[in-house]
């Protein structure tokens, strides 16, 4: 396995098919039942998300994973990618069904009890003298270890549906849908009914008692949903759960009605029976503690009723058009479980219908709307507590399956495209929601960005009075395009930072956060900012041998460094020191070292040979076995090339000490 840190597109496309739902646009996904833990962010550990992709490379005949890791703390991000060429992890062939032409697909990030894993579904097509298969992989962050979970021939179905419980369900045309493990593929469920989040947010199913979290699955071995369980990870039977369906009953005159359960409340709906060219009558009603209050009554198309996932609200939405067209506004109704009161009703933006609805917690949804070309049309976040909604690119927007979050969403309304603030060595840190882009403005929390730059400022006679130093700025209220959420400020940046002497000089934008860089006009005044560690940068000299008579060497030039820890390139050369302990080195073509090439393993100062290794080259690159420990000081490997374009091999050689690659948990 080789590990790199750049963007690898190969220039031979494969095709590939992603088993789980791709909207247009980018494949990134964050899911809901992988998002909330069952208690806040514990203290010491950092809001990250988990974001992994694999690409499937037919010229290099490997496997690449690449890991996304995103702070909500500060905006930042990192990204490594690991290569993997083993021939027993490789696909039989390299030939793909896809509807994707970037030859990637997002895996399934999971935390499962043995640590963070990735999982996909690659499709290989049937070629000729070749069978088709469906190929399950699992990638370890843990270990950086990449699994063959294995391979199924390609006329069944295959899901990573229940990925989040250490499942995938297998289904063909001969027998009902049946449920393996992960871990060991061994099947655990078998038919029945397997009831996630999303059935019971959407009113189809009530449980008693109700899950903690939205990670969770009940099975249910017969579909008259008696004697369902909860479903542990890996599909181990839990305790007991009182499962009932939420079906609607028809009368003789095929009238309808629905009765459902939701956080503590009762709720009926009636429907009139059909007539052509006629809207239906609905009457909705929620009853509680012996109370009983019509939440709505009147006619419409559809009616479709959703409860939070802690069944802390209900939304009522009407629609109004032909279920075919949906080419008028919806009415969003949101309603208060434990007062029964409402709490919003809005029409749905663009004259379009509703689809549905993605639960994030109690307090935040997204709304789908019915379109055709849905990329012109940003979708939002809707937040109850304040009854504002906020507009998403939908580049960013996808069906939020597959992230993993490791933090709650308490004072957060906002999920994608966090902003990282950066001046000098400076990092503004977030006691909640970060900075984020919305409507081609960038906005910072006013408290902490007043405070990281020793800002003045306060709200006087309708405007904003800001004071630095000798610098001052003033700003309207009525035109700051500010947010107030939950009394926090957001303001966008704009003249008035300019004001301050604080100017953006560069705004970096990747796929899954953007970092903007202050500069800082006030050079004698420092940022309050938190600095970040330094991590470890790769050291790179320029050596000789020593001529005190020792087998070590000594700089001839300032040492300097690169921006990775574990990968440099200097003068041609590359190396690369891998996750497994092994070491990858390429060069030139047009060098020439002969058949064998000694590399040398030092001290980190160079002054003490370590180890010796004699290299057969076949070719300008190679990769060593695992190294042992006893050459590594404190995760560090340094090496000594010789320069190809010298002479005197032995006096002058290129220095490359490297960091051992690492992952750790909640820690950024």
């Not at 009530?206 to 899950?211: A, F, G, I, V």
């Not at 020793?454 to 000798?470: A, M, P, V």
């Not at 590359?574 to 073509?589: E, G, K």
């Amino acid at each position: 396995m080789k590990l790199i840190t750049r963007v690898f597109l190969p220039s031979v496309v494969l095709l590939i098919t992603s088993l789980f739902t791709l909207f247009a646009g980018n494949s990134y996904a964050l899911g809901v039942s992988g998002n909330i833990t069952d208690s806040p962010t514990a203290g010491g550990t950092e809001k990250i998300r988990e974001k992994s992709t694999y690409t499937f490379d037919e010229k290099s005949k490997q496997v690449t994973i690449r890991t996304n890791r995103i702070s909500f703390d500060t905006g930042m991000q990192k990204m490594n990618e690991y290569n993997f060429t083993d021939p027993a992890l490789l696909p039989s062939h390299y030939e793909f069904d896809s509807t994707n032409g970037f030859n990637q697909q997002d895996g399934i990030v999971v935390d499962t009890p043995k640590g963070i894993k990735a999982y996909t579904v690659a499709v290989q097509s049937t070629i000729k003298g070749k069978s088709g298969v469906k190929i399950i992989y699992e990638f370890d962050y843990s270990n950086l270890v990449l699994r063959k979970v294995t391979e199924i021939p390609t006329e069944k179905t295959v899901k990573l549906d229940a990925a989040q419980l250490g499942l995938y369900s297998v289904k063909s045309e001969k027998a009902s849908v049946q449920y393996y493990s992960l871990e060991n593929n061994k099947q655990v469920l078998s038919g029945g009914r397997l009831i996630t989040s999303k059935d019971v947010t959407n009113t189809s199913f009530s449980l008693s008692p109700s899950p903690s979290s939205q990670t969770f699955g009940v099975f249910c071995p017969k579909y008259q949903y008696t004697s369902c369980y909860n479903v542990e990870f890996g599909g181990v039977k839990g305790k007991a759960v009182k499962v009932t369906e939420n079906s609607v009953i028809y009368d003789a005159k095929q009238a309808s009605s629905k009765n459902f359960m939701a956080g503590g409340t009762k709720i009926k709906w009636n429907q009139s029976s059909f007539q052509i060219n006629t809207p239906y009558q609905w009457n909705v009603s929620g009853t509680r503690n012996g109370k009983t209050i019509s939440f709505f009554k009147g006619k419409a198309q559809s009616l479709d009723t959703f409860v939070s996932p802690g069944g802390k609200h209900l939304v009522i939405i009407v629609d109004p058009s032909n279920p075919f067209k949906r080419t008028k506004a919806s009415t969003v109704y949101v309603y208060d479980l434990k007062t029964m009161a409402q709490v919003q009703k809005y029409n749905s933006l663009y004259n379009a219908g509703v689809t549905g609805i993605q639960w994030l917690s109690d307090d935040l949804y997204i709304i789908d709307y019915y379109f055709s070309n849905p990329g012109a049309y940003p979708p939002s976040f809707y937040y109850i507590p304040e009854g504002k909604h906020f507009k998403i690119e939908y580049s960013q927007y996808q069906d939020w399956e597959n992230y993993l979050d490791s933090f709650t969403y308490d004072d957060l309304f906002f999920l994608t495209l966090p902003v990282a603030i950066t001046s000098g060595e400076g990092v503004l840190h977030y006691e909640g929601q970060p900075t984020f882009y919305m409507n081609g403005l960038y906005y910072v929390p006013l408290k902490e960005f007043m405070s990281a730059f020793h800002i003045q400022y306060e709200e006087k006679d309708k405007h904003y009075l800001f004071k630095r130093n000798d610098r001052a700025s003033k700003l309207a209220v009525s035109q700051s395009k500010r947010i107030v959420v939950n009394g926090k400020v957001f303001l966008p940046l704009g003249q008035w930072n300019k004001d301050l002497g604080l100017k953006v000089a560069q705004v970096g934008k990747r796929a899954f956060s953007y970092t903007i860089q202050i500069s800082d006009e006030l050079r004698k005044t420092e940022a309050a900012m938190k600095g970040e560690p330094l991590e470890f940068q790769a050291i790179l000299k320029q050596l000789k041998k020593s001529e005190d008579g020792s087998d070590g060497f000594v700089a001839t030039e300032t040492p300097f460094t690169q921006n990775s820890s574990y990968r440099a390139t200097y003068n041609g050369v590359t190396a690369i020191l891998n996750h497994n302990r092994s070491l990858s080195i390429s060069f030139s073509p047009s060098d020439s070292y002969g058949e064998t090439l000694e590399v040398f393993i030092t001290s980190t100062d160079n002054s003490k040979v370590l180890m010796v290794l004699p290299i057969k080259l076949k070719g300008n690159e190679f990769t060593t076995a695992a190294l042992p420990e006893h050459v590594f000081e404190d995760g560090l490997l340094t090496i000594v090339f010789p320069q190809p374009d010298n002479e005197d091999l032995e006096s002058s050689h290129l220095g490359f000490t490297l960091k051992l690659p690492e992952f750790r948990k909640n820690k950024f």
